[in-house]
T-cell receptor, first 114, second 112 residues
Framework: DGGITQSPKYLFRKEGQNVTLSCEQN?????MYWYRQDPGQGLRLIYY???????QKGDIAEGYSVSREKKESFPLTVTSAQKNPTAFYLC?????????????FGEGSRLTVL | QKEVEQDPGPLSVPEGAIVSLNCTYS??????FMWYRQYSRKGPELLMY????GNKEDGRFTAQVDKSSKYISLFIRDSQPSDSATYLC????????????FGTGTRLLVSP
């Protein structure tokens, strides 16, 4: 079955630690995205990538970093510089040729900073 | 003021009711409108897509766009307990979809 796999589903981190969230897709999509979801706020774009070895900052990139070394993989690192990292993180991918712009999401990773 | 406004709910209805979910927006450049459904602790999935103004129907779901009022709606007929989820509107000004703007989501509860 094609889809997006995010891991881990739940993650606890102490303040001052960096953590990396994994996102893998086997849909052969070119574009991949990271969103953050907080209660009372819409999904906010952190980073996106349209092709391998290239990525752009979204609206809330500060304190985050990404890499896109392979088409299938788009890991997100939450660094200690991110002031309020506790949130639900969603990875998505998109077939750029599709006119609807449909995003396919993973099941999310919930990060809690202790 | 947010670009897209959506009542967070929760909206509680009995099974079989007609549900109306709405979003208003301020950016007149938006042309592509979507509704995503998100079950608890899951990622959103696309439910409906509409380009520009008008209606679109798919089974029990109807999406409506009124660009003159900057208002979009999702109607659910004969609602079922399995429709209980959070419904997010999303919109974009261009086909690049890089600047997709999401509403906060409305939580819907359908009781048997």
């Amino acid at each position: 079955d094609g889809g997006i796999t995010q891991s881990p589903k739940y993650l606890f981190r102490k303040e001052g630690q960096n953590v990396t969230l994994s996102c893998e897709q086997n849909l052969n999509h070119d574009a991949m995205y990271w969103y953050r979801q907080d209660p009372g706020q819409g999904l906010r774009l952190i980073y996106y990538s349209q092709i391998v070895n290239d990525f752009q900052k979204g609206d809330i990139a500060e304190g985050y970093s990404v890499s896109r070394e392979k088409k299938e993989s788009f890991p997100l690192t939450v660094t200690s510089a991110q002031k309020n990292p506790t949130a639900f993180y969603l990875c998505a991918s998109r077939e750029v040729k599709l006119s609807t712009g449909e995003l396919f999401f993973g099941e999310g990773s919930r990060l809690t900073v202790l | 003021q947010k670009e897209v406004e959506q009542d967070p709910g929760p909206l509680s209805v009995p099974e079989g009711a007609i549900v109306s979910l709405n979003c208003t927006y301020s950016n007149s450049a938006f042309q592509y409108f979507m509704w995503y459904r998100q079950y608890s602790r899951k990622g959103p999935e696309l439910l409906m897509y509409t380009y520009s103004s008008g209606n679109k129907e798919d089974g029990r779901f109807t999406a409506q766009v009124d660009k003159s009022s900057k208002y979009i709606s999702l109607f659910i007929r004969d609602s079922q307990p399995s429709d209980s989820a959070t419904y997010l509107c999303a919109m974009s000004a261009d086909t690049g979809f890089q600047k997709l703007v999401f509403g906060t989501g409305t939580r819907l509860l359908v009781s048997p």
